[in-house]
Nanobody
Framework: QVQLVESGGGLVQAGGSLSLSCVTS????????MAWFRQAPGKERDFVAA???????IYADSVKGRFTVSRDTAKNTMYLQMNSLKPEDTAIYYC???????????????????WGQGTHVTVSS
């Protein structure tokens, strides 16, 4: 059974930084993409960033230039470096893997099979 475990969340002041990690274990994962999503209270789960083979990555417009996604395949770990954090970045951050098909968007939550439990990020103003 594939498991994903996020860590690194916490409370930070606006303008600060946090680094999230997502470790994958167990089983063989279909596809090579991994992604971060987030869900703020009372809102739907939104795409944040994704990365796949060749160092390719995409970002939500709201985080471009502030967040950086990366992977260490040897450690089965994906990272999200978050800089210049804003109060509107407050959310539960989830990592996902197991891309169902490359013919559908990598920024779509429905296109991922496996999810972590999430890590809380709170940005105070």
């Amino acid at each position: 059974q594939v498991q994903l475990v996020e860590s690194g969340g916490g409370l930070v002041q606006a303008g600060g930084s946090l680094s999230l990690s997502c470790v994958t274990s167990g089983g063989t994962v279909r596809g090579d993409a991994m992604a971060w999503f987030r869900q703020a209270p009372g809102k739907e789960r939104d795409f944040v960033a994704a990365t796949w083979t060749g160092g390719n990555s995409i970002y939500a417009d709201s985080v471009k230039g502030r967040f950086t996604v990366s992977r260490d395949t040897a450690k089965n770990t994906m990272y999200l470096q978050m800089n210049s954090l804003k109060p509107e970045d407050t959310a539960i951050y989830y990592c996902a893997t197991g891309l169902k098909t490359i013919y559908r968007p990598r920024n779509a939550a429905y296109n991922y099979d496996y999810w972590g439990q999430g890590t809380h990020v709170t940005v105070s103003s």
